[in-house]
């Protein structure tokens, strides 16, 4: 029996009873699909390499503690899959983007003006406030000085001249506290970051 009239659902099958090779077959059926979609995702070779390995690595998993549904077809089930671990790369790259300390250092520099994905749609937007969501709740763990700068410049909109005037602190002390709590966002993000399925 050749390999090309062997449903999906068989090798799965085969492959569950301790046939690694079976596997293999399911992966070569299919590795140019799932490829495909990643890199027309993120547009970079070695990042869709890594994804890939990502989504393979939890294919098998979840096949082997037996997660996964027989009615479903196994191509879908693997790019929703995909599709859900793009989605985190761009959730992670864009926070980090978002609370770069460098920029901090710039008067008109706006927290949320975050990266766009290569398509844009209604899930781009989801994806958009979730971050945002996400990043307001981690500012209430910055010491107080920290955050009230912060909010006043990014969510008031209020220049550093205006902040160091009512704090009167001076505009060098605003744009200190300012810097120091985007690195402190930035710590926490990677401490906090959780991933969500969109």
Known sequence: MGNEVVSDQ?????????NEKAFEVLLNRNKDRIFGYIISKVR???LANDIFQEVFIKVIRTLKNGSYNEEGKFLPWVL?????LVVDHFRKAKKM??????????EEYNIFSVLKLTDNNVEDDIIKNQIEQDVV???EYLPEEQK?????????????????????????TALGRMRYALINLRKLIEKHDVSITV
Not at 153 to 168: H, P, Q, Y
């Open 97 to 106: 983007q978002m609370v770069s300390e460098s920029s901090s250092k710039n």
């Open 80 to 84: 929703t899959i995909s599709h859900n």
């Open 137 to 139: 709740r981690l500012v």
């Open 44 to 46: 970079e070779e070695n």
């Open 148 to 172: 009230d700068v912060l909010k006043k410049r990014i969510f008031k909109g209020m220049s550093f001249k205006d902040i160091a005037e009512m704090e009167d602190i001076s505009i060098n």
């Open 10 to 18: 068989d090798l799965i099958r085969s492959y569950l009873s301790g």
